[in-house]
């Protein structure tokens, strides 16, 4: 009797080690399809809203809107008096510039101013002596006592006064006018806030150069960012194919980014009327940046603590009936 050859049990037994191993591989490859709570909870649409929400990202602001304050004269900054998280009032002093050389032009500019008045005085003395003099020989009676020519002199003599007194004016003027631009040059050293408001950033320190006006290539920073904060403004996005859909008047669910737990209620404050071209606020890689939005500006309501100046938030808007 002849024996099976060994590739009868050889194959069979490769191919079945081959599926096993197949199977091992396909099983410990397949993914984790198990419910795990979620690290940050995703925004929900509100339960309230019964007609649709319409959704929409935006970014926290100040109700001024945020105020960039920068340098009206370019110069070294010696001190700066506040600090972010400050109130300041209208009018108090953010931040100094160097003012020497302004304080030394004012001083130029005084002493001009008083010695152009002191030409005036002049000038008024010497014409109220030339109108004296010609109101002696014309005040005389007998007119062959006085030379005609002597008229005519005091005549010219005190027009002459009267008009040196018209210069000396004008330079006075001048040199007030200076004096005048010199003390605004000096006073623009110190900047000041334009109205109330919280100081949202410090961006400059003392020792450092203040550009006047934006830095060449547009690289300049504002030296501080200043805003109201009481109460904070949201600007929400509304995607141009959701207008229709949303009502723009009623109060929106508001909550901050990675805390949809934390939802308020926001007041509409106004609608802007122009339609712009969408910014990428919630970073994703499918978001769609070819399309245009409707921006709405909602007040959020007294206390609402967890709410910051650029914070991004998720609104749910309602929709309408």
Not at 126 to 138: D, G, H, K, S, W
Not at 198 to 214: D, F, K
Not at 308 to 321: E, N
Request: charged share 25%; net charge positive.
């Amino acid at each position: 009797m002849t024996r099976p050859p060994v590739s009868r049990f050889i194959l069979p037994a490769l191919a079945a080690s081959g599926l096993a191993i197949a199977v091992w591989l396909v099983a410990s490859g397949e993914p984790d399809r198990s419910l795990t709570t979620p690290a940050i909870t995703p925004p929900t649409v509100p339960a309230g809203q019964r007609d649709g929400s319409v959704a929409g990202a935006g970014l926290v602001e100040p109700s001024s809107e945020a105020i960039e304050i920068g340098a009206q004269r370019a110069g070294l900054v010696t001190a700066v008096m506040v600090r972010p998280g400050d109130r300041v009032a209208a009018g108090q002093l953010l931040v100094r510039i160097d003012d020497r050389d302004a304080r030394a032009a004012l001083a130029v500019a005084e002493a001009s101013a008083t010695l152009a008045a002191r030409e005036v005085a002049t000038a008024e003395v010497n014409l109220r002596a030339a109108e004296a003099q010609l109101a002696l020989l014309t005040g005389i009676e007998d007119p062959r006592a006085v030379a005609e020519q002597q008229v005519i002199d005091r005549r010219a003599e005190r027009d002459r006064s009267a008009t040196a007194l018209a210069v000396a004016r004008a330079r006075a003027a001048q040199a007030q006018a200076q004096a005048a631009s010199a003390r605004t040059d000096l006073a623009l050293r110190d900047i000041r806030a334009p109205r109330a408001g919280e100081i949202l950033q410090v961006r400059t320190r003392p020792g450092q150069y203040a550009t006047a006006g934006p830095a060449p290539g547009g690289s300049g920073e504002p030296l501080m960012t200043l805003g109201e904060t009481r109460p904070l403004h949201v600007r929400i996005d509304i995607d141009e194919n959701e207008i229709a859909r949303a009502d723009l008047g009623a109060p929106a669910a508001i909550s901050p980014r990675g805390a949809a737990q934390r939802r308020v209620t926001a007041r509409w404050v106004r609608t802007e009327p122009l339609v712009i071209p969408k910014r990428s606020l919630t970073n994703q890689g499918n978001e769609r940046v070819d399309v245009r939005v409707l921006q709405v500006v909602y007040a959020l309501p007294a206390g609402a603590g967890d709410f910051f100046f650029g914070q991004q938030v998720d609104a749910f808007v309602p929709a309408r009936r």
